[in-house]
């Protein structure tokens, strides 16, 4: 089989998947234009899928979706299951996500991404039948350090004792959601802030394992798919990620029993996630955030931030594009 990360050898020197990959989150990103702000989620989502679909099959490698728009989406296209790619070089595994952040987008709020994550074939878990996962993600620091089944206070102040900063001075980040009422209280019971996101959990993921960001954590109850991709990404930034699958019912959970995911508390650890370090992370902001910037289109142009990040190589490399809007919009 061929690695996905074969360029790191000086003998194979091809260093393009990645970039191809970029060029799929862009289309996603640029094809979502005419519905920010709209209030039309599923056009917007509709757009940045077919836009992805078509790029990803130019793509020489041979991918399966693992993680895709699933059940919950009625998607058509990025289905899990789905083979895309030209069939030649690496086999991989990919999770897609054409609009981190739907509703973001429609009502042109900030952090909306389009991303998409590959690792080696059979490297991801597929976790599509149990649709929510309860995550926490820091940098570097956490590691070894914090651990998903302690009390969030504790988790907050070991960290704060890691990271050489006064608790006060620490901000973890929360979807805000009636489901997390509680864990809001006790994150600011403990001394920390909190910075709520209404959508985009990825992003905030990132964000919380960045050197230089503004948060110091992320956690709770988001979506399943997005902690996967969330893990390839943290696989590049050395940070610390755990998960337990959280099915919202007695038929969900059978459906994850079904498919051999561990459930009843099980801690997924980020190994278990996404096995080894050959991992790809490409995002596109669709817009504005702090990770990236958002699609601007002025007069001929259209200008794209994306962010590629490897776990082999643990680098972070920035993407600024120039597109002519003749050619998407």
């Known amino acids: ?118 690792a080696d074939r059979g490297a991801m878990l597929d976790a599509s039948s149990v649709f929510y996962m309860d995550k926490i993600v820091t940098g570097p620091a956490g590691v070894g350090v914090i651990d998903i089944r302690l009390p969030v206070a504790e988790n907050v102040h070991r960290l704060a004792k890691a990271l050489g900063k006064p608790v006060d001075e620490m901000v973890v980040s929360v979807l805000n959601r009636p489901r997390h009422a509680r864990l809001i209280e006790e994150i600011r019971a403990s001394g920390a802030g909190t910075r709520l996101m209404s959508d985009g959990d990825v992003a ?3 964000n919380a394992a960045r050197h230089n960001a503004r948060t110091d954590m992320c956690i709770g109850i988001g979506g399943s798919p997005e902690g ?5 990404a ?23 029993i079904d498919a051999g995911l561990k459930l009843d508390d099980h801690v997924y650890e980020a190994d278990e996630m996404v096995t080894g370090k050959n991992t790809i992370f490409v995002a596109t902001g669709v817009t504005n955030g702090e990770l990236v910037a958002g699609v601007r289109r002025e007069g001929d142009y259209v200008y794209t931030e994306s962010v590629v990040l490897r776990g082999a190589s643990g680098t972070l490399r920035r993407i600024s594009s120039e597109h002519l809007t003749s050619k998407w919009l």
């Open 204 to 206: 905030g993921g990132i």
């Open 1 to 118: 089989m061929v690695s996905l990360t074969a360029d790191m050898s000086p003998l194979h020197p091809d260093r393009n998947l990645a970039l191809e990959l970029v060029r799929a989150t862009e289309a996603a990103a640029i094809r979502s234009v005419p519905f920010i702000g709209r209030g039309q989620k599923e056009l917007a989502d509709g757009a940045a899928v077919d836009a992805m679909r078509a790029f990803l099959s130019t793509v020489n490698f041979d991918g399966v979706i693992v993680i895709g728009e699933g059940e919950k989406d009625n998607a058509p296209m990025l289905f899990n299951g789905e083979h895309v790619g030209t069939g030649r070089g690496p086999q991989c595994d990919i999770a897609v996500d054409p609009i981190d952040g739907t509703t973001l987008t429609a009502e042109g709020r900030n952090n909306a991404l389009s991303v998409l994550a590959v």
């Open 234 to 256: 943290i696989k590049a930034l050395g940070g610390h990620i755990q998960g337990r699958l959280w099915p919202r019912d007695d038929e969900e959970k059978q459906r994850g």
């Open 228 to 232: 996967i991709v969330t893990a390839c």
